[in-house]
């Protein structure tokens, strides 16, 4: 059974930094594609960064230059450092892998005040 498990949300001020961690079981990352979602309240589910197998990164514009996707194969774990965040970057973030099905983490929030 695949879990995704995400950490590392909270509440910080604009301009600080978190960094979100999705640790994994029944999947092995390093093989397939990660990403990162966000959802704000009223609005889509909208990507934020994506990991693919070969090591390939792609970002919403509205974060590039402040957010980077990596993932440590060890630890089978994905993280998302998010620099200079923005009250705009409040929202809830989920971790997600596909494999031969999509799986989605349980989500953690975010909180960026002005």
């Known amino acids: 059974q695949v879990q995704l498990v995400e950490s590392g949300g909270g509440l910080v001020q604009a301009g600080g930094s978190l960094r979100l961690s999705c640790a994994a079981s029944?999947?092995?990352?390093?093989?397939?594609?990660m990403a990162w979602y966000r959802q704000a309240p009223g609005k889509q589910r909208e990507l934020v960064a994506s990991?693919?197998?070969?090591?390939?990164?792609n970002y919403r514009d509205s974060v590039k230059g402040r957010f980077t996707i990596s993932r440590d194969n060890a630890k089978n774990t994905v993280y998302l450092q998010m620099n200079s965040l923005k009250p705009e970057d409040t929202a809830v973030y989920y971790c997600f892998a596909f494999s031969t099905h999509p799986y989605w983490g349980q989500g953690t929030q975010v909180t960026v005040s002005s």
């Open positions: 029944g999947i092995t990352f390093s093989t397939n594609f």
């Open positions: 990991l693919t197998s070969s090591g390939s990164t």
